[in-house]
């Protein structure tokens, strides 16, 4: 079992609790994907999904007030209260605009656990361009700003299959989109 502080440091945390409390829509665009996440989790007949690194929980509130019939949505995300505890599997475990948040010390050990929490599969969206957020400290809220290429190549050493995108997803150069089994 991994424990929360391996996941992320203690100044890293505050920083990222502090950003998710200004008013400046901090880790609420993840409705956007709801469609998307919708369309996996049928295609891999999920019955649960993790939002992981829900933010302010915005994909969760639009996926809740669907008929999605018996599919269990939890999210999780450690800057959050309430939010913040250690999560348990589900079938689809969804990641959207979190990885190139993680501190690079770090990565490998949050991707094992994205891992260990998906049951069927991942949908994963990696920001790969500076954002316009900065932390307290003055580096840029996306620590790890790396091509898809490069994302790729850690999402397999971590021993995820990598599948397309999606065919309803519009790609483009700012992030890379795709679906990992386990």
Partial sequence: ????????????LEMQRILHAAPRGYGGRGEKWAGVVLQVALAYGATSILDYGCGQGSLARVLRSQPLGAIRVDEYDPAIPGKDQ??????????TDVLE??????LSTVLSHIRSLARKVVFVVISTKETNKTLADGRNAHLIIKPGTWWKAQLREAGFTLHPAPSIVRVNT????????P
């Fill in 86 to 95: 250690l999560p348990s599997f589900a079938d689809l475990v969804n990641v």
């Fill in 101 to 106: 948040h993680i501190e690079p010390d770090r």
């Fill in 174 to 181: 700012k992030e890379w989109v795709g679906v990992l089994t």
């Fill in 1 to 12: 079992m991994i424990a929360a502080n391996a996941l992320i440091s203690r100044e890293y």
